[in-house]
């Protein structure tokens, strides 16, 4: 046969631009600014070439479509691009121009690069008319000015849709066999045969509109109903849309991509039945609760009919090395306590983490206390330099505790790692080629014969798209190809976990080899981090005791304080991979976090030293441990006394202090706080009047040269040590001609990903 490859191939190109039986220009008027907040008096003519660049990179649309007579009973579409884009570009869909498509005034689809045809009937009424706002941002980061580039109405011709889908499908499917495999030289021929039968002398004509039926009646019963994959593994494929909280772009542009994803797959919901739509992170639902009511609303339906899956757990899809125990832990209580809350359900319990660079051995006890025995990953298979050995494994905890667990299979080309094997993604696009690479890369074909593909654009979101749909209704039973099956992740786990017995185990941590910067790049975001887990900790011990005593407990101001923690734990803010702006308004979040935190703590510790009995009208202090354990540590403090005082602790013992600071609104002092009991306090009284007690032993500095009856330490002019003697080991700790305490700095350039690895 040949040639017939090129020949479809040529023929399917020519069949896509015909599939519109009419098209008309849209007449847009614009404004710059949003939607919500466009001036009545403002608009402006919009045209093809329009440029909308400038402050703010936002731009408002508005027209109305009414549809012509001869449209009746056709698919009426728009057509809106924004900007042109070099082929191949990788980062082109994480801050692309993109906007929110409303009808009616209600918001109803996202367009972005890969998402610029919005169906608005799928039978047209004659004289139907809608009216259209199109609210339009460009990312921050994006190189491009944002423009109109198309902007028409267009009839689309079903036959012919159906023609291109069940044609190029089955080519797709025919050149994944072998060259002279006899399936797939009759599946060439019963395409090339439907492509002769199709009239293209008289394109847009009635004979060629009446040839396509033909055509594609013909290839429909000697391909798709005459032959059959036959016994082949089951992949189970459902819509995705990885969506970073933060990375290329601020917390404020994830809320309008939300909007604009969750929208496109209510959509794509209402135009077939049977497909279905995963979406995790809970913090990305409260987002759309809050600004979008209508589509969150649409949601909580498609979640009742169980079409609509909502996935992972926790509240974000978190960093898991860089987050303290107890915020894992906060992860998944916040997480499935929202969707309890939103939707009556805590959610599909699978920990959905794809995107995450590294999970300790603590999760998997983590995740089973929390009622999730599932985990789902893609990352591992970047890994620098040893290759993932299994794909469904169960994973076994510190404790021995084990969780069901896969990695995905589906194959993404765009990137070899140095290991020699292609990564896999977590957003396919639906192809033959993926269905049959992800089962050629699962390496558990001997305990389990399904898998699983989730579909659709990712990282900035946009999830699925028609396209995808209408391919998959046509991989349900091809030769020499995985029979897909529409369905959602909870199927898929439910099954691995019945052969869970017969899978290899993995012990211990999940390393990722790779982006090892992410533990050093921000540090103060990652300062800030910590600072907040520990102050949350101290805020909620003793708002807890001093409720005991009566004192209100600050459910609520905790709550928004560890949202607003467990948010920035994000894998793109914690760990430090994101753009400026972001770690911008995480620290501002940082501070709101601290005050909240704070101001809780202070008024625990005031009410419970309220109810602290000390005899006597002499001034006091109350010093608190939050530890799980006794305490003995120095304390530093300011009391309000300007002259001389004595220190006692509740025996009535003198305790040494030393003066650090002596101002007119008080002392500050240093003392050693004995045996604090665990969470508890040691109160101390002030003595005013007697003679001040100094604390310690004699401290003698003389020049470069600090010492007491432990050390002798000299510095040079740069602070550097050039001596520590130990007096009591009677030995010298620098060697001779070294210097301690020598500040170094190192040049950090890898390869790539400046803010993510190390060289």
Not at 79 to 92: C, E, I, M
Request: aromatic letters at 12%; hydrophobic letters at 40%; one cysteine or more.
């Amino acid at each position: 046969m040949r040639f017939t490859t090129d020949k479809i191939n040529a023929r399917l190109a020519e069949l896509w631009q015909l599939r519109f039986w009419e098209r008309q220009p849209l007449a847009l008027q614009w404004q710059p600014g949003r939607l919500a907040k466009a001036r009545p008096d403002a608009w402006l003519p919009a045209q093809v070439g329009t440029v909308w660049d400038g402050p703010g990179r936002r731009a408002a649309f508005r027209a109305v479509v009414e549809t012509p007579a001869a449209w009746a009973g056709k698919p009426v579409a728009l057509r809106l691009r924004l900007a042109n884009y070099q082929a191949g570009d990788p980062d082109a869909p994480a801050y692309d121009p993109q906007a929110l498509l409303y009808v009616d005034g209600h918001p109803v689809y996202g367009l972005d690069m890969f998402h610029d045809e919005a169906v608005l009937t799928d039978a047209a009424t004659p004289g139907h008319s809608w009216e259209i706002g199109i609210d339009a941002e460009a990312g921050i980061q994006s190189p491009h000015s944002p423009g109109l580039l198309v902007a028409e109405v267009i009839a689309l011709d079903q036959n012919a849709v159906d023609l291109y889908y069940d044609a190029q499908v089955a080519l797709d499917s025919a050149l994944l066999l072998p060259e002279h495999d006899y399936r797939r030289e009759r599946m060439l021929k019963s395409i090339d045969e439907a492509m002769l039968r199709v009239e293209w002398r008289g394109p847009l004509g009635d004979a060629f509109r009446a040839s396509l039926i033909e055509a594609d009646r013909y290839l429909r019963e000697n391909l798709y109903e005459a032959m059959t994959a036959g016994p082949t593994p089951i992949v189970i494929a459902t819509g995705h849309s990885h969506i970073d909280v933060a990375w290329l772009w601020t917390l404020a542009q994830v809320r309008e991509k939300c909007a604009r994803t969750f929208s496109t797959s209510l959509r794509l919901m209402e135009r077939y039945p049977e497909y279905c739509y995963i979406q995790s992170q809970p913090q990305l639902y409260q987002f759309v609760q809050e600004d979008y009511p209508e589509i969150f609303q649409g949601i909580r339906q498609r979640v009742a009919e169980g079409r609509w899956e909502p996935l992972g757990c926790t509240w974000v899809e978190m960093d898991c090395n860089l987050s303290g125990g107890e915020s894992l832990v906060r992860q998944f209580l916040f997480g499935t306590r929202y969707f309890r809350r939103a939707f009556g359900t805590s959610g599909t319990r699978v920990l959905w983490l794809p995107d995450v660079f590294g999970y300790p051995a603590s999760l998997p006890q983590i995740m089973a206390r929390s009622g999730c025995p599932y985990f789902g990953t893609a990352k591992l298979t970047w890994n620098e330099y040893n290759r993932m050995p299994y794909n469904s494994f169960r994973w076994s905890g510190i404790d021995g505790t084990e969780v069901v667990s896969h990695l995905l299979t589906i194959p993404a080309l765009y990137w070899r790692p140095k290991v020699g094997t292609p990564i896999s993604s977590y957003d396919a696009m639906l192809t033959p080629g993926e269905l049959t690479g992800a089962w050629e890369r699962y390496g558990q074909k001997d305990v389990h014969e399904e898998l699983l593909i989730t579909f659709g654009h990712g990282d900035g979101g946009g999830g699925s798209k028609p396209e995808m749909v209408e391919r998959s209704r046509r991989l349900t039973d091809l030769p020499g190809i995985p029979r897909l099956r529409p369905g959602r992740v909870a199927d898929f786990f439910s099954g691995l976990a019945r052969v869970a017995d017969r899978l290899p185990v993995w012990h211990g941590e999940l390393y990722f080899e790779y982006h090892r910067g992410t533990y050093t790049t921000q540090a103060a975001n990652k300062r800030a981090n910590r600072q907040s887990e520990y102050l949350y900790h101290n805020a909620e011990l003793f708002a807890s005791l001093a409720h005991l005593w009566g004192h209100a407990y600050p459910q609520e101001r905790l709550n928004q304080g560890w949202e607003m923690i467990l948010l920035n734990q994000f894998h793109d803010i914690l760990p430090g991979s994101s753009i400026p702006a972001v770690y911008k308004d995480s620290q501002a979040q940082y501070a709101q976090v601290r005050a909240a935190g704070e101001a809780v703590l202070n008024d625990a510790l005031k009410a419970i030293a309220a109810q602290v009995g000390l005899p006597g009208s002499e001034p006091s202090l109350i010093v608190f441990n939050s530890l799980g354990c006794s305490r003995t540590d120095v304390v530093e403090t300011t009391v309000p006394l300007t002259g001389d005082f004595t220190l006692l602790d509740s025996a009535g013992q003198p305790v040494p202090y030393q003066v650090v600071t002596d101002a007119p609104a008080g002392r500050t002092i240093l003392f050693t706080a004995a045996g604090v009991p665990s969470c508890g306090y040691r109160a101390y009284r002030l003595r005013p009047g007697a003679s001040a007690a100094q604390a310690g032993e004699a401290v003698r500095l003389s020049g470069n040269v600090f010492e007491n009856r432990f050390f002798r330490a000299k510095f040079n002019k740069a602070g550097q040590l050039t001596s520590l003697y130990d007096k009591v080991a009677q030995r010298e700790a620098i060697a001779p001609g070294r210097r301690g305490n020598v500040l170094q700095h190192f040049e950090d350039k890898p390869i790539e990903f400046d803010a993510w690895d190390i060289p």
